[in-house]
């Protein structure tokens, strides 16, 4: 089992950046592709970014590509998504999750970090 820990969210005007972290319990943090995801207030949870178990392999929904960038530090069990270029519409709360390869799911998440961005 893995407890994901979220922060760095914030107020920030558009054009303006964050970094969220995901700090990670357990040994086992290594083996797990990790994801990143937001829910804006009124709409669906959605997905933002993935990166796999050795940082080989990195996915990005459209509307963040090019301006958002996923990491991670294994030996720190943290991952990262460094936001640059936030508009308005970035406003969410921002969720990491751990991918469970057993189930195809995402069965491990953390308490989210809001994020909102001024116009």
């Known amino acids: 089992q893995v407890q994901l820990v979220e922060s760095g969210g914030g107020l920030v005007q558009a054009g303006g950046s964050l970094r969220l972290s995901c700090v990670a319990s357990?040994?086992?943090?290594?083996?797990?592709?990790i994801g990143w995801f937001r829910q804006a207030p009124g709409k669906e949870r959605e997905f933002v970014a993935r990166i796999s178990s050795n940082a080989g392999s990195r996915y990005y929904t459209d509307s963040v590509k090019e301006r958002f960038t996923i990491s991670r530090d294994n030996a720190k069990n943290t991952v990262y998504l460094q936001m640059n270029s936030l508009k308005p519409e970035d406003t969410a709360v921002y969720y990491c999750?751990?991918?469970?390869?057993?189930?195809?799911?995402?069965?491990?998440w953390g308490q989210g970090t809001q994020v909102t961005v001024s116009s």
């Open positions: 357990g040994r086992t943090f290594s083996y797990y592709t």
């Open positions: 999750a751990a991918y469970s390869l057993n189930s195809s799911t995402y069965p491990y």
